[in-house]
C-alpha cells in the first residue's frame, strides 16, 4: 500500500515566487495534516481537514499561506509570495479518524532564496 | 490546549548504554500519545503509541514507553542502544478524539550514538 506522497522533494526558489506543494493522502484516509519543520520551532501543524473541509489553520503563518483539499486524494499547500524565511521542511499526513494513528509523507524540502 | 514538553534536546551515548528520553504533556482531557523517529534526511516515522490498556507499550526496533498518568508522562525507553539509533526523536499527543485533529509535537531530542 503507498504511503502519503507528497511532490516536489525539492524546491529551490527565488524570493517572491509562488510556491505549490502537492499531497496524496493514503486511499482510505479522511483527516489529513500539513506539518512545517524548522531548526527553530520543531514541528508545527499549519492546518488539518477532516473529510476535505479545513477544520483548524490556526497554525497557518499569514495570508500568504494557503491550503485547499479538492478532494478526497489530493490537497495542496501554496505560498504566494515565498520569503526567504519559509524555508523549512513541509509535511503532508494522514490519518483515518478512527485509526487514531498518523502517517507521514517523506516531506517537501523548500528553499527560497 | 495541548502542550509537549522534552527534557533533552541532544543526548549522546555509546553504543550498548540504555537509554531514556523524557516527555510531558500539558492536557486536562485524555490523551494518546506517540514517540516518532526521523532518521538523517527522511521523514517521520512512529516508533509506538498509546491509547489505553497496559500503560508499558513496546514498540518497533526494542523501544518501549511507560505511560505514568500521575506525572503527565510518556518517557521513551530502551535497555541497549545501537549506532543505527542516531537520529531525532519526538513525543507527541492527540486527544484521545484520536488522529482527527491532529498531532502536537514536542521540541524533539536529537539522540547521538558513539561507535
Known amino acids: 500500500d503507498a504511503g502519503v506522497i507528497q511532490s516536489p522533494r525539492h524546491e529551490v526558489t527565488e524570493m517572491g515566487q509562488e510556491v505549490t506543494l502537492r499531497c496524496k493522502p493514503i486511499s482510505g484516509h479522511n483527516s489529513l495534516f500539513w506539518y512545517r519543520q524548522t531548526m527553530m520551532r520543531g514541528l508545527e501543524l499549519l492546518i488539518y481537514f477532516n473529510n476535505n473541509v479545513p477544520i483548524d489553520d490556526s497554525g497557518m503563518p499569514e495570508d500568504r499561506f494557503s491550503a485547499k483539499m479538492p478532494n478526497a486524494s489530493f490537497s495542496t499547500l501554496k505560498i504566494q509570495p515565498s520569503e526567504p524565511r519559509d524555508s523549512a521542511v513541509y509535511f503532508c499526513?494522514?490519518?483515518?479518524?478512527?485509526?487514531?494513528?498518523?502517517?507521514f509523507g517523506e516531506g517537501s524540502w523548500l528553499t527560497v532564496v | 490546549a495541548q502542550s509537549v514538553s522534552q527534557h533533552n534536546h541532544h543526548v549522546i551515548l555509546s553504543e550498548a548504554a540504555s537509554l531514556e528520553l523524557g516527555c510531558n504533556y500539558s492536557y486536562g482531557g485524555t490523551v494518546n500519545l506517540f514517540w516518532y523517529v526521523q532518521y538523517p534526511g527522511q521523514h517521520l516515522q512512529l516508533l509506538l503509541k498509546y491509547f489505553s490498556g497496559d500503560p508499558l507499550v513496546k514498540g518497533i526496533k526494542g523501544f518501549e514507553a511507560e505511560f505514568i498518568k500521575s506525572k503527565f508522562s510518556f518517557n521513551l525507553r530502551k535497555p541497549s542502544v545501537q549506532w543505527s539509533d542516531t537520529a531525532e526523536y519526538f513525543c507527541?499527543?492527540?486527544?484521545?478524539?484520536?488522529?482527527?485533529?491532529?498531532?502536537?509535537f514536542g521540541k524533539g531530542t536529537h539522540l547521538i550514538i558513539q561507535p
Open positions: 499526513a494522514s490519518s483515518s479518524t478512527d485509526g487514531n494513528t498518523i502517517y
Open positions: 507527541a499527543v492527540t486527544s484521545s478524539g484520536g488522529g482527527a485533529d491532529g498531532l502536537t
